[in-house]
């Protein structure tokens, strides 16, 4: 079975919590998990940080390395993308649910915007109907994230994610975390590891 954090988004997330909020919560091969309680949700803002020794073009290939996202992303088990272009892409994802949970699926618009010293890739929840609602599945209605490449050096660059995942039902926080915390620490280590060759 497979985890979701597919893809990548908002900047209002930033406004959800402020940096005296954040509380560590988990830190592993230099990659640190936070939390901090969002203004209006009941769920909590995640945000995920590292710092990689490699290019800024190897970090955001590895991070739209989209053929490969099923692999990359634990609990991922179908990823599609429905239209894209330079800066903009609708995606579908299915995120497989450990038993006796339902599987969940997202559909997600991601922005990007680059410049020399910063890469975003803004993903916010799609309201469109590309793909219909199916009974098997719980359909997520309250999701963002932003992933941001800041380039600190000439060879190095500080990775964030910043989000938050409302998966819906009552899930007990170890499910809940294998989306806001486990799965996105994976894809940064992936990318430590590759980037930093």
């Known amino acids: 079975m497979k985890s979701i954090s597919a893809v990548v988004f ?3 997330l930033s406004n959800g919590a402020s940096s005296q909020d954040w509380q560590l919560k988990k830190e592993s091969d230099g990659i640190r998990a936070y939390m901090a309680p969002s203004e209006n949700r009941s769920v909590k803002t995640y945000k995920i940080e590292t710092t990689v ?14 053929d490969h ?18 800066s903009l892409m609708l995606s579908y994802t299915v995120i497989s649910m450990p038993w006796p949970f339902d599987d969940r699926d997202v559909l997600t618009e991601v922005r990007t915007e680059k410049s020399d010293s910063k890469i975003t890739l803004n993903s916010t929840l799609s309201r469109t109907n590309a793909v219909p609602v199916s009974s098997k599945l719980v359909r997520i209605t309250d999701y963002d994230e932003t992933y941001t490449i800041e380039k600190t050096g000439e060879t190095q660059n500080k990775v964030t ?14 499910v809940q975390n294998l989306f806001i915390i486990d799965s996105p620490m994976s894809l940064m280590k992936q990318i430590k590891e590759k980037c930093e060759k």
């Open 161 to 174: 994610l910043i989000g938050h995942a409302d998966i819906g039902g009552s899930i007990p926080d170890w």
């Open 69 to 86: 996202y099923t692999d990359m992303y634990k609990q991922m088990s179908e990823f599609r993308i429905l239209s894209k272009s330079d």
């Open 53 to 66: 020794n490699g290019t800024m073009d190897c970090i955001y290939a590895t991070l739209t390395d989209y």
């Open 10 to 12: 908002f900047l209002i």
